[in-house]
């Protein structure tokens, strides 16, 4: 699974994190289009779901538009998603690995850019943890 994933653990609580991802991914030409936080949302739906977490989509608009112009099946892995939750009393930051789903169309230029995201993700989310 770890071929899936990034994931890292800090002390920091789920707000502080959530603030300093917003920092590290715009300077790194990220922004956050959308964030949700889960107990929230399933709580106006009438579910009661008390475990901190939320879901921050993030893009690059410049890497976006060049994997767009490539191949147009690259939508359904954009926006990028960043998790933020709780896990025993540790708050775990994690993204879904660009090169992994990329890896599904098989295109080794797409690749190279998934690398270059992947790796500006993991730094961004590794000095958030700091």
């Known amino acids: ?19 300093a991802l917003e920092t590290a991914l715009k300077e790194r030409g990220f ?8 107990p929230s949302k399933l709580q106006e739906k009438g579910v009661e779901f008390a475990k901190p977490y939320r879901i921050l989509e993030v893009c690059n608009p410049h890497e ?7 191949n147009e099946l690259v939508g359904y892995f ?15 930051i994690g993204f879904p ?21 992947e790796a500006a993700l993991q730094d961004a989310v590794s000095h958030a943890a700091q």
């Open 31 to 38: 922004g956050v289009l959308w964030e949700m936080d889960i």
């Open 64 to 70: 976006a538009k060049e994997v767009l112009l490539q």
């Open 97 to 117: 690995k660009p090169t992994a789903l990329m890896g599904i169309i098989a295109d080794e230029h797409l690749m190279q850019t998934a690398r270059r995201v």
């Open 78 to 92: 954009l926006p990028c998603k960043i998790v933020v939750y709780d896990h025993a009393g540790q708050t775990v």
């Open 1 to 19: 699974m770890q071929d899936f994933h990034f994931c890292v653990e800090t002390r920091k609580s789920i707000d502080e994190v959530v603030v």
